[in-house]
């Protein structure tokens, strides 16, 4: 609370505060939304849908990259996008919870990273992991993190993809994340359910104290 109040007061020159525009990918469409940040708040500044023909994505991966190149340049330019943070499908992402040492966060990155092949079906060199720590104190100095793991290699198709279309990506995020972190309130201490309605699929995700 006290660092958005610092953030409202003294905002970050405008070369750290980079614009950018929130862009999912799913097997059938690219959607886009971005807002501009005012003193009282946020408002809709662009949004579109371009929908993708069947086949380019399927189960979250990319099966031809030159349509998908063509498809992120339209958009692009449709919307004059340049820097984008991306949800990526989440049939290609592993969720679980673990119980880690209450100790800094490089520790914690290595107790996870022996722990990820007994989580996921992928090794350790070849994924590419990030976590939260969930605000559940244990006995013997130990919480509960909520580790979010990709392959490698599906990560750099997508950068690969968005690159060749002319776009600088942040940061991805798998899609459950994103949804909940734009429907549940940051200091909210309850667990929900989100129900996210596709078409020809539907996500359910419990939501702790903002993390999933």
Excluded at 85 to 103: A, I
Excluded at 110 to 119: A, D, T
């Amino acid at each position: 609370m006290f660092s958005k109040f610092f953030f409202k007061l003294f905002p970050p020159p405008k070369y750290l505060n980079i614009p950018y525009a929130g862009l999912d990918i799913s097997d059938d469409a690219i959607r886009c939304i971005e807002y501009s940040e005012h003193r009282n708040g946020y408002t809709l500044k662009k949004y579109g849908t371009r929908n993708l023909p069947q086949g380019i994505i399927e189960a979250g991966y990319i099966k031809n990259v030159p349509a998908l190149v063509q498809e992120l340049t339209q958009i692009a330019k449709d919307l004059r996008l340049e820097t984008v943070k991306v949800s990526l499908p989440e049939e290609r992402m592993y969720l679980f919870k673990t119980e880690v040492p209450d100790v800094d966060e490089d520790q914690i990155r290595q107790n996870i990273e022996f722990k990820l092949e007994e989580n996921v079906p992928i090794s350790a060199a070849e994924a590419i992991f990030f976590f939260d720590k969930m605000p559940v104190s244990l006995s013997k100095g130990k919480i509960f993190a909520s580790v979010s793991v990709t392959p490698r290699e599906l990560v750099d198709s997508y950068l690969g993809a968005l690159k060749a279309a002319g776009l600088t990506t942040v940061s991805f995020e798998i899609q459950a994340k994103a949804i909940a972190r734009a429907v549940v309130a940051s200091d909210s201490t309850e667990t929900v359910m989100l129900v996210h309605l596709m078409n020809k699929k539907t996500g359910l995700y419990v939501v702790s104290s903002g993390v999933i």
